[in-house]
């Protein structure tokens, strides 16, 4: 998935009208044209972020490296709340820490982009099969009776999560940062409660002990650090719950920046952080939850309690 560039006026009609010109040059595959006239823009409205976002993204397509990454500067400085994601494709660069936080601006902005969609893209074209392999892996460690009383989605999504394990619980709560995501789960029905909410700042708001199993499938991707999370997530967990997650995943210990703009956790990192919590590893399986260009993505199916 991409971000459109985020359109807020530059304050000048001309070099927003030139703007619009730029990206109809692109469209019809003329980069060498829409990038001359971005030069243009940025030099006369030098705060233009998505100008400068969609300069930057000319130059890195036509191997400007360097030209790349000062327009790619040129836009986080313009834009404080980093809404393109410069500062993440900045640390792709090799610019930056890779493994900063990323912005919840930048996170919302893509899935409410992409929600309507986005079931057909990630079950249909991806294979993603995350809310199956969960299941799975609960079902293992579960009691017999595999009944929850009390189940939190985290990064819920268009809620296929959450038809998953809907028979499994009494209730279920989903929170996305995506309203756009929020409003397709709502279409699903199988939630009792369903926030729009940065799942950190959700779960510091949480009863301590209020669940007994919370799930995250494919959402770490879009954390760099596990271990703050971890610790929210055992706080929010009842004596004896679970905590049920995945991650795409490298050889290496920490955590990695993909060119895909998401993050992969070495085991070593995973490990850590749930010990961290004051929780046990109980499962940890390499797995594939989806494809990338057809090939299987690496992850690692983690349960703690």
Known sequence: MSVQPVFVSSGDLVADRRYRWA???LDRGDAAASADILRQVVEDAPGFAAAWFALATIRERTGD????????????????????GARLHLARLGVGRATSAM???????????????FDEALVGRLGYRGPELLLEAVQELAPASMRFEAVLDLGCGTGLAGVAF????????GVDVSPGMIEQALGKSVYDRLAAAELMAFLAGEAA????????????????DLAPVC?????????GGLFAFTVETHDDPGVRLQETL??????????AAIEGAGLRVLKAQS??????????????LAVAG
């Open 287 to 300: 797995v594939s939850t989806r494809t990338e260009k057809g090939v299987p993505v690496p992850g690692l």
């Open 103 to 117: 912005a919840a601006d930048f996170v919302r902005r893509l899935f409410d982009q992409h929600a309507p969609e």
């Open 65 to 84: 490296r360097n030209g790349a990454i000062a327009a790619f500067v040129a836009a986080r400085d313009a834009d404080p709340e980093d809404r393109h």
């Open 166 to 173: 809907k028979p499994y619980c009494v209730r279920l709560t």
């Open 23 to 25: 990206l109809d040059y």
């Open 262 to 271: 998401r993050y992969a956790h070495g085991a070593e990192h995973v490990r």
């Open 209 to 224: 002990a209020d669940y007994d199993l919370v799930l995250a499938s494919d959402v770490f991707v879009y954390v760099a």
């Open 231 to 239: 610790a929210a997530v055992a706080s929010v967990l009842k004596p």
